[in-house]
Each structure stands twice: as structure tokens, then as C-alpha cells.
């Protein structure tokens, strides 16, 4: 027995360590859209077995949308038990194996990371990524979704020097006899199946290299078996390599290469990526196709690291086929400036401009045109948006017993839409926001004030919005820091080109209370009261929390 007990490791023969909290939430009054109580339960719990086997358990569990059915379910439980390098995944987990295979998509099955020895890297995944749900004509905001299950793998070799990886996922939808879906809604059962192959080099110190491409065969409706091919590419990889069914099989590819140099505290990087138009894997949420993407970024350090300047700049494409009625690019730029002179002052600039420039190519252009110049620029738009922020902080006095900060912050914003090169009256707006706060920390009573300041001032085409008020806040420890409480007050009021629109007061309050630190118990409540020419309206939102770590 002595001999299987090494084996395992000497440590004790069982720990459990985690922890769980609980909250519900009350509302009332003329908020809508609201369910009137709710309540959230969380955990995670840990189970060591010999100091070798980790038996990783959490679950999040919820009222929340009762009564709805919805492809992904609020509701999750999860287990994760580790033995030297395996770790399971089983129950509502989540996996990543590349942004163009799996990428963060929740299911409900196995997954194994599996790490047999140095450099070696294995992941495999099995399981259902929705949930079928049926169509509802009296809920139409609950889309109706075919059951769909899912499988993949991805293999890794990591060296010192250089890294290579390989991941593919085989995902397709369930038909159901008895689920009607009306074609007129456009949901169809898909098929895909999506490959990617990439590499990281290091050739020197502060330098890699990146590279990945990725294929996808996808089946819009895998019903249908007699459409020909459609699609992005002459070389399917996919087709070749896996004798993927290409009846009704449209394929798509995608290519993303990077760069970054580091040399003392400089940093420099590129990147590229072109996606084809249609790209999809049924193993994300969403994924942006039919686009291409240049990126370079820059940072340096000055003034012995106290001024700190990174800047990037980007380029974007569509319609890479030349098929769309209309194609956009876009300019991207952005410049971040951080300086710290001192321990009392710290300031940070940054700014981005944003450009979109459109054509539209309507069939007219050709039927109507008689020379080459007739109709250049009549339908060239373009949309510029820029930004800029400053955030300054000043520490007026800090010692043992108070301590005094003020921050400024200022950001203005402004967009515009522009056509042959003029901007109508209208088509423009800006964004002015500001607000100054003081804070006031008495050290050893361990309790601050804060008072603040906010204006917002905005201009949208001919009209002009104007928001400001007063916020005034207090936050205490006591009893031995074992309380802490605070309460704070806002009011503020909108004006529309001159006229009042009606005025807003929050009063905010919060207690927590920790016992033997390992309990927590906690409550927050929020009375908002709207004042409007509409009328009074009023509500109440109170949450109560109780934690308990082990």
C-alpha cells in the first residue's frame, strides 16, 4: 500500500478548495423589460486527490429568461479533472483551437488536452454546439435553431526555436422529422468543415514570425445535392486532402501572416490578413469575412521611460471579388502618448482617426454612361471619424493621514459624412465629454469623499444635446475593516437645442460584510427617479450577495 501511496505523490489524501456565491436581484417600479426577482448561483469546487489527480468542478446556474428556449442556455456545468498532463473538459465548456476552426464556441460534451511529453500538444473535442429550437410564430424573437453537433482536434509541436500546429472541426445540423421550419425564415440545416495549418518562428532573439492558413467547405443546406459548386478558390486544400462530398460544397479560404521585432524596449510589428467572402466556421459566433487587413504598429519608450509613445496604423478592404454593387476600404490610425514625470502627476493622450470611403456601382452607371467621365464620383462617399482623449491626474498632498487626487478627463469626437468631396448641413456630429473629480482619503479612519462633475455636449446634424450634473459620493470602512458601506448621489439634467428635457437623481448605497474571511455577505440598491414631460417615473433595483470561499 506504501508503495501505491508514493506512487501518487505524499501529499494529504484529499483537499478541497473553491468557492460559491449566490445573488438575487429585486425590481420594481416602471423599468421595463425587467423580471421582477431573480437569482444567480455560481461555484467552482476543487477536488485534489494525493497531491497528483485535480478534479476541477463550476457550474452557473440562473432563472434568468425562464420560460424561453434559446440555443446556448444560461445554465452551465463543467468538470475539469487533470492527471499530469491530461486535463478533461466535460459538461457546457469552451475550447479555442484557431480563429478560422473553433474559437471560444461553447458545447456540451468532452474535450482532452492532452500534453504526452515536452513539445507536444493535443486537444480533442466532442459535442453538441446547439440546442434545437423550435419555431414559435407567437415569439418571434427567439429564432429557431437546428440541433448541431461537432467534432475536432488540434495538434501542436512547440520548440524553442519554432512552433507548428495543425487544427480541423467537423460540425453539421440534425434535422428533426417533427421540427418545421418555414424556408421563408432562411434557417437551413449547414454542413462545414474547416481546416487550418500554421507556424510560429523565432530565428532570433525578439523576433517572430507567424503564419496560418485555413480552408473551409461549407454546406449552406445540406439538403439540396444539386446545385453546382460555388465559391472562393481554385485550390481547395479541404477536397483534396479529406475527399470532402462537393455536391452543393462551397469553399473559402484564409491567410494571416504577423511580425513583431522587440529590441531593448522598442517594439515593432506587422501583420496581414485576407479572409474570402462567405468565410464562415460553424465552430464561432461570428466571424468578419470578405476582407483584407494590413497592419503596422510602433512603441517607444523616452525620457528615461517616462514618456512612453505607441502608435499603429491599419488598412481595410472588401468585396475582393469584384462582385458587390458597392466596395469600402478603410484607414485606420491611432497615436497613444503616456507621461509620468513625477510620483504626484500622470497624463495620457490618445488619438485615432477612422476613415471609410465607399463606391457604389449601380447597373444604371453602365446602361446610362456614353464616356469613361460622365458619372466619376457621383457615388463616392466617405465617412471620417476622429477622436481624441486627454486623462490628467495631480496628487495635492499625500501622507500618513490624507490624501488628496484630482482628474481631469476630456474627449471630443467627431464624424462626418462626405460626398464629391462636401459635407452637407446635417451630415455631421460631435461629441464633447468632461467631468473633473476630487477624491478626499482620511487614512486611518479609512474613509473618502468624492465629488464630481460631468457635461456632455453633443451635436447630431442641426440638432444640439446638453447633459450635465453634480455627483457626490462617501465609502467607509469599519469595524475593523470587517464593514465597508458607502453611499452616493447623482443628479443631472438634458436640454434639446435650448429646451429642458427633464432631470434624473440616482441615489446608490452599498454594504458588505466579511466574516472570518471566508464569508462575504453583500447588498447594493439603486432608486432612480425621472422627471420628464411625460411625468414622474420611478424604480428600485436591489441585489443581495452571499460568497463563501474554502
Not at 421595463?32 to 448561483?41: C, E, V
Not at 513539445?119 to 435553431?145: C, E, F, H, Q
Request: no cysteine; glycine share 8%; net charge positive.
Amino acid at each position: 500500500m506504501e508503495h501505491i501511496r508514493d506512487l501518487f505523490g505524499t501529499g494529504k489524501p484529499l483537499k478541497v478548495n473553491g468557492g460559491v456565491s449566490a445573488s438575487s436581484v429585486f425590481s420594481s417600479g416602471s423599468g421595463a423589460g425587467r423580471q421582477p426577482f431573480s437569482w444567480y448561483l455560481n461555484g467552482n469546487v476543487n477536488t485534489n486527490i494525493l497531491g497528483r489527480i485535480n478534479l476541477p468542478f463550476s457550474f452557473n446556474l440562473t432563472n434568468a429568461g425562464a420560460g424561453y428556449s434559446y440555443p446556448t442556455m444560461p445554465n452551465r456545468l463543467s468538470l475539469h479533472p487533470g492527471y499530469k498532463g491530461v486535463t478533461a473538459h466535460i459538461g457546457d465548456v469552451a475550447m479555442t483551437f484557431s480563429p478560422y476552426t473553433l474559437n471560444g464556441h461553447q458545447f456540451t460534451g468532452i474535450g482532452l488536452d492532452i500534453a504526452p511529453e515536452p513539445g507536444w500538444a493535443i486537444s480533442v473535442m466532442y459535442g453538441r454546439l446547439l440546442r434545437a429550437v423550435n419555431y414559435d410564430s407567437t415569439n418571434k424573437s427567439i429564432l429557431p435553431t437546428y440541433k448541431r453537433m461537432a467534432y475536432g482536434a488540434k495538434l501542436s509541436l512547440i520548440q524553442r526555436d519554432y512552433t507548428l500546429y495543425a487544427s480541423f472541426i467537423k460540425a453539421w445540423d440534425s434535422k428533426d422529422p417533427l421540427q418545421y421550419l418555414p424556408d421563408t425564415l432562411g434557417i437551413y440545416p449547414k454542413e462545414d468543415l474547416a481546416f487550418s495549418v500554421g507556424a510560429i518562428a523565432r530565428p532570433t532573439k525578439g523576433m517572430e514570425f507567424t503564419v496560418e492558413y485555413a480552408n473551409s467547405a461549407l454546406k449552406l443546406d445540406k439538403r439540396d445535392y444539386n446545385r453546382t459548386p460555388k465559391g472562393g478558390g481554385s485550390y481547395n486544400l479541404l477536397e483534396s486532402v479529406f475527399m470532402y462530398d462537393a455536391r452543393n460544397t462551397q469553399y473559402y479560404k484564409a491567410i494571416r501572416l504577423g511580425m513583431n521585432y522587440a529590441i531593448h524596449k522598442s517594439v515593432l510589428g506587422f501583420g496581414y490578413e485576407r479572409i474570402d467572402p462567405g468565410y464562415q466556421t460553424l465552430g464561432a459566433y461570428y466571424m468578419n469575412n470578405d476582407l483584407e487587413n494590413i497592419t503596422v504598429n510602433l512603441s517607444q519608450p523616452m525620457l528615461h521611460d517616462k514618456l512612453t509613445l505607441s502608435g499603429n496604423v491599419g488598412y481595410q478592404r472588401d468585396d475582393l471579388n469584384h462582385v458587390k454593387a458597392g466596395s469600402t476600404f478603410r484607414m485606420v490610425s491611432a497615436v497613444n502618448a503616456a507621461f509620468r514625470p513625477n510620483d504626484r502627476w500622470n497624463a495620457n493622450f490618445n488619438y485615432s482617426n477612422f476613415q471609410t470611403y465607399t463606391h457604389i456601382k449601380p447597373q444604371f452607371e453602365q446602361i446610362n454612361q456614353t464616356n469613361p467621365y460622365e458619372y466619376m464620383d457621383t457615388l463616392n462617399f466617405k465617412q471620417i471619424s476622429q477622436s481624441a482623449a486627454l486623462t490628467l491626474s495631480y496628487m495635492l498632498k499625500n501622507n500618513k493621514k490624507k490624501a488628496h487626487n484630482i482628474n481631469v478627463n476630456l474627449s471630443i469626437q467627431d464624424a462626418a459624412d462626405i460626398q464629391n468631396d462636401v459635407l452637407y448641413k446635417g451630415n455631421g456630429s460631435r461629441f464633447y465629454n468632461s467631468s473633473t473629480g476630487y477624491t478626499l482619503l482620511l487614512i486611518p479612519k479609512q474613509i473618502s469623499f468624492m465629488a464630481a462633475f460631468n457635461l456632455s455636449y453633443n451635436t447630431i446634424g442641426r440638432d444640439d444635446f446638453l447633459t450635465l450634473g453634480p455627483t457626490l459620493g462617501v465609502n467607509a470602512r469599519l469595524f475593523n475593516r470587517k464593514v465597508t458601506a458607502g453611499f452616493t448621489s447623482s443628479y443631472n439634467q438634458s436640454a434639446n437645442n435650448g429646451q429642458q428635457q427633464g432631470q434624473v437623481l440616482n441615489l446608490r448605497m452599498n454594504a458588505g460584510y466579511m466574516l472570518k474571511k471566508k464569508h462575504n455577505l453583500n447588498m447594493n440598491a439603486v432608486h432612480q427617479t425621472k422627471w420628464s414631460s411625460k411625468g414622474t417615473m420611478g424604480s428600485l433595483t436591489a441585489t443581495l450577495g452571499y460568497n463563501y470561499s474554502f
